[in-house]
T-cell receptor, first 111, second 112 residues
Framework: EADIYQTPRYLVIGTGKKITLECSQTMGHDKMYWYQQDPGMELHLIHYSYGVNSTEKGDLSSESTVSRIRTEHFPLTLESARPSHTSQYLC??????????FGSGTRLTVV | GENVEQHPSTLSVQEGDSAVIKCTYSDSASNYFPWYKQELGKRPQLIIDIRSNVGEKKDQRIAVTLNKTAKHFSLHITETQPEDSAVYFCAASGGSNYKLTFGKGTLLTVNP
């Protein structure tokens, strides 16, 4: 089924560790996005990409980085996790000017 | 850049009543206005959207209206049911800016 997939669903990791959150979509969408969201709260855009080899920082300052080497894949990397990074991370994709499809999210806890 | 204001932040209604959530936007170039519903622990899901060449759109119990002159748009839910309880987000985008700017969300509670 065409959808957007995020792994892992839940992650508990120690301070200082490097982590990569995976996001893949099978809908052929050209645009992809990463949002940070505390439960039931605002959606904060941290990174976006309008196509392969194109990435931009979003509105919320973030210590994470992203890459877009393939159309369907948009991983997010934290080089050194900190407790302040504890949050839910939502990946989304869209085609042209259409609405987003969101993934199910990764709930990250840094201890 | 675009700024989207959403009101109210919380809304409690009795089952069967109507609910209205309002949003304003700042960028007159914006031309696409979707609404998302996020149930507890779930991902946001697109429930209805409207483009600037249309003033109103309806889908069963939900409808969205757009006033381009006043730069505001609203979500209307009629005959509310407990399963309508969720956080609702409005958003706007347009011109060469494909990314959506979201409102801060409205927690809707429908009491049985």
């Amino acid at each position: 089924e065409a959808d957007i997939y995020q792994t892992p669903r839940y992650l508990v990791i120690g301070t200082g560790k490097k982590i990569t959150l995976e996001c893949s979509q099978t809908m052929g969408h050209d645009k992809m996005y990463w949002y940070q969201q505390d439960p039931g709260m605002e959606l904060h855009l941290i990174h976006y990409s309008y196509g392969v080899n194109s990435t931009e920082k979003g509105d919320l300052s973030s210590e994470s980085t992203v890459s877009r080497i393939r159309t369907e894949h948009f991983p997010l990397t934290l080089e050194s996790a900190r407790p302040s990074h504890t949050s839910q991370y939502l990946c989304a994709s869209s085609w042209a000017s259409d609405g987003y499809t969101f993934g199910s999210g990764t709930r990250l806890t840094v201890v | 850049g675009e700024n989207v204001e959403q009101h109210p932040s919380t809304l409690s209604v009795q089952e069967g009543d109507s609910a209205v959530i309002k949003c304003t936007y700042s960028d007159s170039a914006s031309n696409y206005f979707p609404w998302y519903k996020q149930e507890l622990g779930k991902r946001p899901q697109l429930i209805i959207d409207i483009r600037s060449n249309v003033g109103e759109k309806k889908d069963q119990r939900i409808a969205v209206t757009l006033n381009k002159t006043a730069k505001h748009f609203s979500l209307h839910i009629t005959e509310t049911q407990p399963e309508d309880s969720a956080v609702y987000f409005c958003a706007a985008s347009g011109g060469s800016n494909y990314k959506l700017t979201f409102g801060k969300g409205t927690l809707l509670t429908v009491n049985p």
